[in-house]
């Protein structure tokens, strides 16, 4: 159980990771669609022949070994026009292939975008990944906040406080019992046993010691419907 925690903090941080990763890939699936969407209308528009002629007499020059292909990419305004992620913009080209094969010239189209993985991280849907991140935090958080509750009370929680001999006494009873709960009657019976009633000296040393813990602990004493007492943390220092 002591690993429970940190096995779901394990578990929300790889699902985070893995949530993330699937939103990235899933822009860059949108990317390539839109790229090759806003191709077809470039193609369409502009029509295939005069695409291919243009490419020829552009690259021609180029060319200087028979059969060599090479692909150059170029801005195209009809292209980023077509496209419906504007943010894409000045980092898509369409992509010539031009050569010459048994002494034709051979031109395919493609495109793409010069997208930096940064900027396909911002297009992708990052919120279930960050809360999944959040929620691992908070329960990183709670579960250290679980142990320091949970860590036993021992006298050595107390060593920089300063105490009567009374105040350790009873601060000792306090310790030994499982619960930190003491009844008045179990507090005057050890403290004061002779005194037939000590309320309102268990009330003046209770006063006190609570002042004490307050200035150099995080510990307080509770009133239980002033039939007992009880030691706690602090909730506010917990």
Known sequence: MKKLPILIFIVL????????YGSY???QRNIESDLQQALAK?????????????????????????GEMMTIAVGDETLRRHLRNQQLGEMAFITYTVGRERGRWKVTFNTEAKCSAAMIWSL???????????MALLSLALSFRGRRQSQPITMDSFSATHLTPMQRQLMEMFVAS???????????????????????????????????LDKTSSFDIISDRGRAYILKRRKSES
Do not use: F
């Open 124 to 134: 992708s849907d990052q919120r279930l990944s960050a809360w999944l991140t959040v």
């Open 178 to 212: 499982g619960s930190h709960r003491l009844s008045k009657h179990e507090i005057c019976d050890a403290l004061w046993p002779k005194k037939d009633d000590a309320s309102e000296t268990l009330y003046a040393l209770i006063s006190r010691l609570k002042r004490e």
């Open 42 to 66: 470039t193609i369409n528009e502009k029509g295939v022949e005069t695409m291919r002629q243009d490419s020829i007499r552009a690259y021609r020059s180029i060319a200087r070994t028979e």
């Open 25 to 27: 890939r899933k822009a």
């Open 13 to 20: 941080c790889l699902t985070a990771v893995a949530t993330s």
